[in-house]
């Protein structure tokens, strides 16, 4: 099985300093953090990269963000391995490997760090420095969506909805999928309209088939949103005026009660 959207790493991981980091960072931090770091304090070494990887108080620098995660992550540490994993994937300081990005995903995944478990089962869906092992990817992708990882979740509910790794089940491909557009995961609002709309695993219902079709199309772009606009569409067919605007009304309540981060 492959899915049709790429890794989707944790990359507020990578990025989270320059959220709440000034970029010009007073230079007696940074001492600090790169003393402690070459002392060989792992979690100052990944604090390091990680302002390497965003540009946060240094100069963005790939290279430096790698040297520094790589030496928190022999270390054992999760976050480190995790990111080094991350790195590989995305050629970012060093080629592009997929066997070295299921490596360090693993090593994350196994002290049970959520998002590398995700990412590994995607690694395992897709054959990615793996041969590919659906019932691998669900494995995974359950350790994670258990522990509230919102793109697991949906991934999990695609692998029931199509019975790739498990016994094909519309009710927990619903469950998984509401999880997961409960968390705004667009694809994951789309696909559970869907299920309402055709009836699987829950009661057709045209209402909140049309609801979630608008709240994904409202967050996506391009094909996808077409996509989700023409689903949308196809269930405003089978609805009265009144229905629809109920629907729009139920999306207008959802979109209030889940603020979107800028």
Not at 5 to 23: E, G, K, M, N, Q
Request: aromatic share 10%.
């Amino acid at each position: 099985m492959t899915h049709a959207v790429r890794i989707v790493a944790d990359v507020a991981v990578l990025t989270a300093l320059a959220l709440c980091v000034p970029i010009q960072a007073q230079t007696p931090e940074i001492d600090a953090l790169r003393a402690r770091a070459e002392e060989g304090v792992a979690e100052a070494q990944y604090n390091l990269g990680l302002r390497y990887a965003a540009g946060a108080g240094v100069p963005q620098d790939d290279v430096q963000a790698l040297r520094w995660f790589r030496l928190a992550a022999e270390q054992g540490f999760a976050e480190a391995q995790f990111s080094l994993g991350f790195m590989y994937a995305n050629g970012r300081g060093v080629p592009q490997d997929d066997s070295e990005t299921v490596r360090w995903y693993r090593l994350a995944a196994e002290q049970g760090y959520a998002s590398a478990q995700s990412n590994l089962g995607f690694m395992y869906a897709n054959g990615r420095g793996v041969p590919q092992d659906n019932a691998e990817a669900v494995r995974w992708y359950r350790l994670a969506a258990d522990q509230g990882v919102a793109r697991a979740q949906f991934y999990l509910g695609f692998m029931y909805s199509s019975g790739e790794g498990v016994p094909q089940d519309d009710a927990e491909a619903v469950r998984w999928y509401r999880l997961a557009a409960e968390q705004g995961v667009a694809d994951a609002q789309g696909n559970l309209g869907s299920m309402y709309g055709n009836g699987r695993g829950v009661p057709q219902d045209y209402v909140e088939a049309h609801m979630w079709a608008n709240l994904a199309a409202a967050q996506s772009s391009g094909e996808d949103r077409d996509r989700w606009v023409k689903n949308r569409d196809i269930n405003a067919a089978n609805m009265t005026a009144e229905q629809i605007a109920e629907a729009r009304r139920l999306a207008r309540e959802w979109d209030a009660a889940h603020p979107r981060e800028p």
